[in-house]
Nanobody, 124 residues
């Protein structure tokens, strides 16, 4: 497992931008798919974006064209740039590291390390 710490959440108006960052510890960071999930009030945790060890990226349909995930293996960080934010993007956002042998990207159950979460609130 890896230890993950998120930062960068906050309150923003609709149409604005935020950048979330996740700092990871551990030697296996570069070998793992990294993902961002979010959980809105009263709802389950859902996949937002992921980036695999080769740099391929994946997004849920509702954020395509607005969010960008990136990673820096030298710094053990993964970021989520969020543009054109909408009120429906309001949620707690979690950084997660997938298990070493997981070849997919959106199965919550295959992520074995999680950050504490950071609140993103988009006002209308």
């Amino acid at each position: 497992q890896v230890q993950l710490v998120e930062s960068g959440g906050g309150l923003v108006q609709a149409g604005g931008s935020l950048r979330l960052s996740c700092a990871a510890s551990g030697r296996t960071f570069s070998s793992r798919t990294m993902g961002w999930f979010r959980q809105a009030p009263g709802k389950g945790r859902k996949f937002v974006a992921a980036i695999n060890r080769s740099g391929s990226t994946y997004y849920t349909d509702s954020v395509k064209g607005r969010f960008t995930i990136s990673r820096d293996n030298a710094k053990n960080t993964v970021d989520l740039q969020m543009n054109s934010l909408k009120p429906e993007d309001t949620a707690v956002y979690y950084c997660a590291a997938a298990s070493l042998y997981y070849s997919g990207y959106d199965d919550l159950g295959r992520y074995d390390s999680w950050g504490q979460g950071t609140q993103v609130t988009v006002s209308s």
